[in-house]
């Protein structure tokens, strides 16, 4: 797993090798006409590969398939299991006007939930994980992975040996799938389109996670009306505010794996709700049986016209949440999610939704609180208790969720520097970001204050709820055509009908933008710019570093330069470039004219996977000249991944093992080409000519490198233990150039910096001891 480089950096960089502890593979004498350093010499057998891009193989035994089953209640469900609340109060907010309105609404629920959720986020969304993981990014790290399609030049040929970067991709249909993605890598627009449509999902997902917890404790509260008259609008909101604060400012305590301790509750709660609708069905009306069937949704919009299109934004919020079922895929299996949704949770909502409406044929006045007025009275109470607590676990699921996509944002730099606090010792998935949390609880408490109604709150949630759905399906329809190569039959009956249906609602919510709807799409606007502003300003700073790395000549310069003390300890300098020496290094030496003994050049880069595997995680490089004692290290880490604590003894450690590594390897080209000289045979005279160093070694030489390699590891075990390491980071300050646009001008100038000086240091999100760092400052130009 050597890094890959261009021809500058190879003639200054010596040997190229991974950290592991298996031996050497491949034949030593096939590499004698290769003039040594100039190419990879080694060649590390990959960790085992878990089986392309799929769930993993956490389904191994049924008993722990129901288990994941049982614990997803508790994660996944909670946004989709409250929907019931709300939904026909948000779909017939002018009333009922005709008795079979009910039922065409209904039998719109019925299908909507089996299309949307059951068929294509079960059945279809979920066989497209990265390895076990779901969500939007993952679909774009998908995309990425198999076309270069990243606008971060920071793409290596070793990475594609990484285990987990592995794709199983079939055989046939290979046209298509290389027709669009020969399209959209040569095409800039179509790389920053499909960014920008990534960033918008995440967005609207985020702006998801703030009207989640207002719409859904708002609803449960609101359930108090039923039991006294007493509370105005104004009161309902403030209760509601209060327990959303209270939500959020228990946050920064971490929130442990909670499907144990929430999946007990969300079961009784799709017990009761399930329940309900089956007494509502038999005592009320059967009839809501024929729902079944679609002709009643045809009479429906034939009745209704315009008023049943502008209804469908209400209709479609029986699908909150089902993006959540593949955004938590991560935590459980494909498998158990199917067997939890197919078992316990679709029939449940189908029944509740049923049993509301046959309550309401009789009573169409109650469609303002269709929940609670459906509930028979001695069960009002513990129905009012659960559906508080089902409606804080919704909040819950999605507040985490949200940390967690920003988490991802941020390791592919697609989101400004924030504090990302891990949890929990066990579970590494589980974070806290201050910055986020906050700014969550003062838009939820926002909304809820401002709206005061679930009407309004609707209204907005539908828009977010189907914008993430239709992004979904289209970077899903690009993994059919690239990556799953399916039949084009089955592609255009995906998009005819599920992207129908989904254009059909999106039309229906985006009607509603004045009565609330602009408030996502604000929202996103707001995230999207402040995404991209970052993004841009970042690959520009990628981009300067890699047109101003240091060159072989002046690295010989600095290391023969008389007036370079060398002194004791050990020296990192953090850069985002993984292919040569950053400029900062030259600025550092041009001002302080000292060196460390040992020098690292550290790059943290993020791999479009979830996970990295430990043994795969470092490569290192010997940078030349020789006497420099230099070296370069890219640490690579996937989106779900978090920094080791005990990062610096890993380095160091991984070090070492790199120079015995490369030690063993040249002594057995050594030993081998001794082998070779004593019979007198075995290569041509143009190996030997090419590798006239190695072949007239003596058997001396074997001992000499074994002496030089204990040496090594000698100085940077001195340099570790009695001087200890010192973080040199790069405080780089941007500005536009002269001749730069207006626009251009005040992207750097006014917004990224605005961004930079209120968001956080690279020191404070690697926690690096300030008593051990020095910061070098450097303007770059853009």
Known sequence: MAMSSTAEEESHIRVDLPMSGDKLDGNILSRLGEPY????????????????????????????????????????????????????????????????????????????????????????????????????????????????????????????????????LPSKRLKLASLLKSSLENSQFAR??????????????????????????????????????????????????????????????????VGYTFAPILCIWFILIGGIGFYNIVKHDVAVLKAINPMYIVHYFMRNKMDAWVSLGGVVLCTTGGEALFADVGHFSVRSIQISMCSVVYPALILAYMGQAAYLLHNPDAVSDAFFKAVPGPMFWPMFIVSIVAAVIASQAMI???????????????????????????????VYIPEVNYFLMLACVAVTFGFKTTEKIGNAYGIAVVFVMT????????????????????????????????????????YKFTSGGYLPLTFSAFLMAVMYVWHNVYIKKYHYELGHKIS????????????????????????????????????????????????????????????????????????????????????????KDVLEEAFEETLVSRLKEFIQEETELQMELVS?????????????????????????????????????????????????????????????????????????????????????????????????????????????EL
């Open 400 to 430: 985490s969720g949200t940390f967690s996509i920003v988490q991802q944002s941020l390791s592919l730099g697609c989101f400004p520097r924030v504090k990302v606090v891990h949890t929990s010792a066990h579970h590494k998935g589980q």
């Open 552 to 639: 072989l000549a002046r690295l010989e310069e600095i290391s023969k330069d008389r007036r370079m003390a060398r002194i004791p300890g050990l020296a990192m300098f953090y850069s985002e470039l993984v292919q040569g020496i950053p400029p900062i290094f030259e600025h550092y030496v041009s001002n302080v004219p000292a060196l460390h003994s040992v020098i690292i050049f550290v790059s943290m880069k993020s791999l479009h996977i979830n996970k990295v595997p430990a043994e795969e995680r470092y490569l290192f490089r010997r940078v030349e000249p020789k006497e420099l004692f230099a070296f370069q290290c890219v640490v690579r880490y996937g989106y």
């Open 37 to 168: 350093g100039s190419k990879e010499l080694i060649s590390i057998k990959a960790a085992p590969h878990n089986g392309g891009h799929g769930s993993g193989s956490k389904d191994t035994e049924w008993w722990v398939v129901l288990n994941l089953a049982f614990q997803s209640i508790g994660v996944v469900y909670g946004d989709i299991g409250t929907s019931p609340l709300y939904v026909f109060s948000s779909t017939f907010s002018n009333g009922i006007k005709h008795r079979d309105d009910v039922l065409g609404v209904l039998s719109l629920v019925f299908y909507t939930l089996t299309l949307l959720p059951l068929l294509k986020y079960v059945f279809i969304v979920l066989r497209a994980t990265d390895n076990g993981e779901g969500g939007t990014f993952a679909l774009y790290s998908l995309i990425c992975r198999y076309a270069r399609v990243s606008l971060i030049p920071t793409q290596q040929a070793k990475d594609y040996e990484v285990s987990n970067y592995k794709l199983e």
């Open 672 to 780: 081998a080409n001794l082998k070779v000289a004593k019979r007198g045979s075995g290569t041509d005279e143009e190996t030997v000519e090419s590798n006239d160093e190695i072949i007239n070694a003596e058997p001396t030489d074997v001992e000499k490198l074994q002496q030089i390699m204990l040496q090594e590891i000698e100085q940077v075990d001195q340099a570790w233990e009695e001087s200890g390491i010192v973080h040199l980071i790069g405080q780089s300050e941007v500005t536009a150039n002269k001749k730069a646009s207006i626009v251009k001008r005040v992207l750097i100038d006014y917004a990224y910096n605005l961004l930079k000086k209120n968001l956080r240091e690279t020191e404070n999100v690697f926690d690096i001891p300030y008593d051990r760092m020095i910061k070098v400052g450097m303007i770059y």
């Open 192 to 257: 920053l389109f499909l960014l920008l449509v990534t960033m918008l999902g995440t967005s609207m997902v985020i702006g998801d996670s703030i009207l989640t917890p207002s719409i859904s404790v708002l609803s449960a509260v609101d359930g108090i009306k039923e039991a006294t008259s007493a509370l105005s609008e104004g009161m309902i909101s403030g209760i509601a505010v209060v327990i959303l604060v209270f939500l959020f400012t228990i946050q920064r305590f971490g929130t442990s794996k």
């Open 471 to 510: 992004l979904t399906s289209s970077l899903l329809i690009l993994i059919m055509i690239m990556i799953w190569k399916t039949n084009l039959f089955f592609i255009i009956l995906y998009a005819v009908t599920i992207g129908f249906v989904e254009l059909l609602y999106l039309s229906a919510v985006l």
